[in-house]
DNA sequence: TATCCGACCTTTTTT
DNA sequence: AGGTCGGATA
């Protein structure tokens, strides 16, 4: 067979990357060096030059948007469909193990999928039945508990609490939580990866069938695999299988929900004989991009190291404008694009970048005011959005009326007289008698034990459900999802909400029924038997992001998390001061102050030809105002790759330049999230330093009577142990 | 039972 | 500033 096409266009190092001999290797990917083009030449490699056949090869995602594009990618470098190859995110393939052994990991045949949303209903629910007023934590905390716990690989029996109440509060919490679940078969997110991690530790049948049949793995994104994805890729591999793993330690950006740089590092010793090759040739950016993006991340400590280069030109300066405030920054920002656009080049190619969604409401007005096309990425996901679960409660209820969590979700929803009372009468019956919420309905209904009023309203309730899933039966799946939301009142119930609000939902449930004629059910990937239940999973699975894809010409806002991947020809950071980038949360700390400058640095090298940097003297925010620095990140690029811009109209005299310089050298031995002591204001965090000698002033956030300005020279504050 | 008002909080996001 | 949540009120 001929192999050199599966080698044509890649430069040395990629081509030993594709053609190592069958191993481990540990590919460190610079941002721009062409991984996902590695990764899809190393699948063709083993197809086409080693005899792998595709049955073998297992290729694991974090997106779903990541697993479509190389799919796509290998089906058009073999010109012929993937078959027999599993290419999936992790929790996408945690799920096809869990339905094929159901059995095998202790679920029910027809488990269900517990998104974020339903997660934190049920968690407040158990929270509630406790009765535990004591405890200080919101079940958004004890939400975060849980994940991280199972993150970690641990059941409630496994945590050691130290006797500390608190603790053991959480794990009464997270036992409580996890017996629901598995009592009504529930299956939350992490739980996917838990369960099929304990799938393969546990039983060696089912571990030796996948262990037989994938000897090729691949992973991408490696730097975010959680302690529990690498576990379960080190049970998979075993000694008998090779994996090949990209990732960069550099852009590792997620530690925050788990994911674990030191993977990277610890592949080395984990995997045995593995090899590790170093992609730095970037094909994106211009040397100046790239020499601000290494001066950036040589500040970090923590790095297995790595130089980006290019043969490209030097290219432009970074321009770096200090804004008068965040609506001088915008305007900036604004007229920039539109002179680029004149000049013919399109606005798809300009992204604004920033480190809080907050920051986007103030571009989008100037954006619109200048009349300039824009989409803001991230946010509400289609299958997130409130009215789109009603409508799959309505369907699943319909099918299923033992399903409680739909059950709760919209019994009163549009309201219709079953209120707290009546509901928490179901709940006390359900228990008592170990049914399900309709079951506990319909004995209500029998014993008349109720208001005569509630008793008509639920009755009503269980008659719409009911001719519900009488009316479809014979429907196909679009046809069905039609019916559910007309029967439901959904409709009449969001055009009662006032603005644009209520119209948009609209539209998404009419969206909601394309969605569900076009669905394919015959995906490989789906074993259900019911069309409706695939259609579930994917809901839950696939967040819906890539739906709608206009092709009109529109600058892209987003945060610097989303933009990871990205690349445009203009990247606008907006916003990069002390306080915001980095965060004033990640401030104190260093290994998460390293953390927002590989943010920065994802930010930096998602520029191909231009990169413009902006921070403001004065930002209003949370309905306080601000005078912050410039970002620390500002002053850690190379001075000669700045340029600074400034406008005649801009009447301050600000040098962004001098402002660097200055807050280099904070005198005073004050820093930023420093905690002090005010003889009369008490305890407080330091928010912002401006000024030097007898005029430097510093924001302190006082826990007692909050944000206040100080003049250092009178202010006598004591730095807090 | 429904609605309204004020207290509270506020990083990043995928599955 | 803007959204969410829970308690008080109609």
Same mark, same amino acid.
């Given at each position: 067979m001929d192999v050199s096409s599966v080698l044509d266009g890649l430069n040395d190092v990629q081509r030993e990357a594709v053609a190592s001999p069958t191993g481990n290797i540990l590919v460190l990917a610079g941002a721009g060096s062409g991984k996902t083009r590695v990764l899809v030449h190393r699948i063709a490699w083993y197809i086409q030059a080693s005899q792998v056949s595709p049955y073998g090869i297992l290729a694991v995602t974090f997106t779903n948007k990541a697993e479509a594009e190389m799919r796509s990618r290998i089906e058009v470098l073999l010109n012929r469909p993937a078959g027999g190859m599993w290419v999936g995110t992790f929790h996408g393939i945690a799920h096809r193990l869990l339905r094929?052994?159901?059995?095998?990991? @202790? !679920?029910?045949?027809?488990?269900?999928?517990?998104?974020?949303?339903?997660?934190?209903?049920?968690?407040?629910?158990?929270?509630?039945?406790?009765? !535990?007023?004591?405890?200080?934590y919101s079940p958004r905390e004890i939400q975060w508990f849980i994940n991280s716990q199972k993150e970690e690989g641990l059941r409630p029996q496994h945590i050691d609490t130290h006797g500390d109440p608190e603790q053991q509060l959480l794990v009464k919490v997270y036992q409580s939580y996890q017996e629901l679940c598995d009592r009504q078969g529930l299956v939350d997110f992490t739980e996917l990866l838990l369960r099929a991690h304990e799938l393969f530790r546990d039983q060696d049948k089912? !571990?030796?069938?996948?262990?037989?049949?994938?000897r090729h793995i691949l992973v991408d994104e490696f730097q975010d695999t959680n302690a529990l994805q690498y576990a379960w890729l080190?049970?998979?591999?075993?000694?008998?299988?090779?994996?090949?793993?990209?990732?960069?330690?550099d852009q590792s950006i997620y530690s925050w929900r788990g994911a674990q740089m030191e993977n990277m590092q610890h592949f080395q010793r984990d995997f045995s004989g593995s090899s590790?090759?170093?992609?730095?040739?970037?094909?994106?950016?211009?040397?100046?991009?790239?020499?601000?993006?290494?001066?950036?991340?040589?500040?970090?400590?923590?790095?297995?190291?790595?130089?980006?280069?290019?043969?490209?030109?030097?290219?432009?300066?970074?321009?770096?404008?200090?804004?008068?405030?965040?609506?001088?920054?915008?305007?900036?920002?604004?007229?920039?694009?539109?002179?680029e656009k004149i000049r013919g080049d399109n606005y798809c190619h300009h992204a604004i970048l920033y480190r809080v969604g907050a920051q986007s409401r103030v571009l989008e007005e100037q954006l619109m005011q200048s009349g300039i096309p824009y989409r803001v990425f991230g946010g509400m996901r289609f299958y997130e959005r409130a009215e789109?679960?009603?409508? !799959?409660?309505?369907?699943?209820?319909?099918?299923?009326?033992?399903?409680?969590?739909?059950?709760?979700?919209?019994?009163?929803?549009?309201?219709?007289?079953?209120?707290?009372?009546?509901?928490?009468?179901?709940?006390?019956?359900?228990?008592?008698?170990?049914?399900?919420?309709?079951?506990?309905?319909? @004995?209500?209904?029998?014993?008349?034990?109720?208001?005569?009023?509630?008793?008509?309203?639920?009755?009503?309730?269980?008659?719409?459900?009911?001719?519900?899933?009488?009316?479809?039966?014979?429907?196909?799946? @679009?046809?069905?999802?039609d019916v559910v939301i007309k029967n439901s009142g959904l409709v009449e119930h969001y055009r009662k909400e006032k603005g644009e609000k209520g119209l948009s939902r609209i539209e998404n449930l009419e969206e909601l029924v394309t969605a569900a004629s076009e669905f394919d059910p015959d995906k490989e990937e789906y074993q259900e038997v019911v069309p409706l239940a695939a259609f579930l999973v994917h809901a839950a699975l696939e967040s819906g992001e890539n739906q709608a894809e206009t092709f009109s010409d529109y600058v892209s806002l987003m945060t610097l998390h989303a933009a990871k991947g990205l690349e445009f020809n203009h990247v606008y950071l907006a916003g990069m001061e002390e306080g915001l980038f980095p965060h004033q949360r990640s401030i104190s700390d260093v290994v998460q102050l390293e953390e927002e400058r590989r943010l920065c640095y994802v930010g930096i090298t998602r520029a191909r030809v231009k990169l413009t940097c902006t921070y403001t003297q004065h930002r209003r925010m949370h309905?306080?105002?601000?005078?912050?620095?410039?970002s620390r990140f500002l002053g850690e690029l190379p001075k000669e790759v700045l340029n600074e811009v400034r406008l005649g109209s801009n009447i301050s005299n600000h040098s962004a330049l001098e402002a660097l310089e200055n807050a280099t050298n904070n005198d005073g031995g004050f820093n930023l999230g420093q905690r002090v002591i005010h003889s009369k204001f008490g305890e407080g965090v330091i928010l912002n330093l401006e000024g030097k000698g007898?005029?430097?002033?510093?924001?302190?956030?006082f826990e007692e009577t909050g944000n206040k300005w100080l003049v250092l020279a009178y202010a006598n504050l004591q730095i807090q142990a």
């Open positions: 094929s052994h159901w059995q095998e990991a @202790g !679920l029910p045949e027809n488990f269900q999928i517990l998104d974020t949303d339903d997660q934190l209903r049920i968690i407040k629910r158990v929270f509630r039945a406790m009765e !535990l007023n004591e405890g200080q089912v !571990l030796g069938i996948y262990r037989q049949r994938f080190r049970l998979l591999t075993g000694d008998s299988g090779a994996i090949f793993a990209v990732g960069d330690d590790l090759i170093r992609l730095e040739q970037n094909y994106r950016s211009t040397a100046n991009i790239l020499n601000a993006a290494n001066t950036l991340i040589a500040n970090n400590s923590t790095r297995l190291g790595k130089e980006l280069w290019t043969d490209d030109d030097t290219g432009e300066q970074i321009d770096l404008y200090a804004a008068f405030n965040e609506h001088d920054e915008a305007r900036f920002i604004s007229d920039r694009i539109a002179t789109i679960k009603d409508a !799959l409660a309505y369907m699943r209820l319909a099918v299923f009326y033992d399903d409680d969590a739909s059950f709760e979700r919209i019994v009163n929803t549009p309201t219709r007289g079953i209120g707290q009372r009546t509901i928490e009468e179901l709940r006390l019956r359900a228990k008592q008698e170990n049914i399900s919420l309709w079951q506990a309905a319909v @004995g209500i209904l029998n014993d008349r034990s109720l208001s005569e009023r509630a008793l008509n309203a639920l009755q009503r309730f269980l008659e719409l459900i009911m001719n519900t899933g009488r009316d479809i039966s014979a429907l196909e799946l @679009g046809e069905a999802m309905g306080t105002e601000y005078y912050p620095q410039p007898s005029n430097a002033r510093v924001q302190v956030n």
